[in-house]
């Protein structure tokens, strides 16, 4: 059995009649009388009735035209992938992130994706944790930069980007008040009230982890609103919060904030990129995934992305 039986055996199927495939195909009707007998045989099954009207497709006939239709599917659908990965990516491609990830990744990884594939659309989404997982899941995006947030995720094929480290923030003290250390301890941290989130989100589970394994209960409140609200009332002294440096790199140069890195223990956070691997691998997703591989690398080394890169 082979690729050009199939062939046969579907022409003959849509035609009703061996002479009419063979005029459609432009072969001698013996040549495909011989194809179709020699494919029966291979299978060790009758798949038409012939009559003096043509052909009819027998119980195993119909069963047979099921997977013949899905090989030659199959078939076609590789020969576009092969194609489009022998040439240069074009089409759009979702990515979805949650709103540090963005901050941190949107503009190197557009400019990159300028500069080197102009002819890919890039469609950048951001959401909560959970919404971006669901936004992969459902097909909307192509790809996603995810968290580790203790949750089972099947049918999820996920990459390790970064472990990046988590931090506290306050409001820069003024001149007078003197300097805050580079560092607080989890212990040390737990005297102030901070902005976090809450539920499903991935912050939520791994400062639930450090509380587990210190027994030290941090005062907590919600969110202010996104994160850039959050990062406002933090600049002017309404609260605290704890971020990666993803978050709040850009606003570093202005005297606004003071980032202390968490330890006793260090929190970190696995920041993930992941597809669907039930969906076919496309060219252009391959690209992107190399790039945002190569903007996490440049914004670790520039230290802006602060943590454990995955080498």
């Known amino acids: 059995m082979n690729h050009k039986q199939l062939s ?10 061996i002479a009419a495939a063979a005029r459609t195909l432009d072969i001698a009707q013996p040549a495909l009388s011989l194809s179709i007998s020699r494919l029966e045989h291979a299978l060790k099954t009758q798949l038409f009735t012939r009559g003096a009207k043509g052909v009819c497709l027998t119980e195993s006939g119909q069963l047979f035209r099921r997977y013949a239709q899905d090989v030659i599917r199959g078939h076609e659908r590789l020969l576009v992938d092969l194609a489009e990965l022998e040439s240069e ?41 959970y919404e971006v997982i669901d936004m992969l899941k459902s097909g909307t995006a192509d790809i996603a930069i995810i968290y580790e947030d203790g949750t089972d ?6 990459e390790l980007l970064i472990r990046e480290s988590m931090y506290f923030l306050n409001q820069r003290p003024s001149s ?24 499903k989100e991935s912050l939520a589970y791994i400062l639930q982890e450090a509380e587990n ?42 005297p606004l904030l003071c980032a202390q890195k968490i330890t006793e223990p260090e929190i ?29 690398r440049e914004e670790y080394t520039r230290g802006r992305w602060r943590g454990v890169l995955n080498s």
Do not use: W
């Open 153 to 158: 995720i099947p049918g999820i094929s996920k």
């Open 268 to 296: 970190y956070r696995n920041v993930y990129i992941a597809t669907d691997p039930s969906r076919p691998v496309r060219n252009i997703t391959l690209k992107l995934t190399e790039l945002i591989r190569q903007c996490t």
């Open 213 to 254: 394994k210190t027994g030290i209960q941090l005062r907590k409140r919600r969110p202010y609103g996104q994160l850039m609200t959050s990062l406002r009332f933090a600049c002017e002294g309404h609260c605290r919060l704890i971020l990666p440096s993803s978050a709040f790199y850009h606003l570093e140069p202005a």
């Open 89 to 129: 990516p074009k089409g759009t491609v979702v990515l979805a992130m949650n709103q540090a990830t963005d901050n941190i990744l949107a503009l190197p990884l557009t400019r990159a994706v300028s500069e080197h594939y102009p002819g890919l659309d890039l469609d950048l989404r951001t959401g909560l944790s």
């Open 176 to 199: 007078g008040e003197g300097a805050l250390s580079t560092e607080i301890s989890f212990a040390e941290m737990a005297k102030y009230e901070v902005v976090t989130t809450t539920g």
């Open 8 to 17: 046969h055996f579907l022409a003959v199927t849509r035609s009703g009649s």
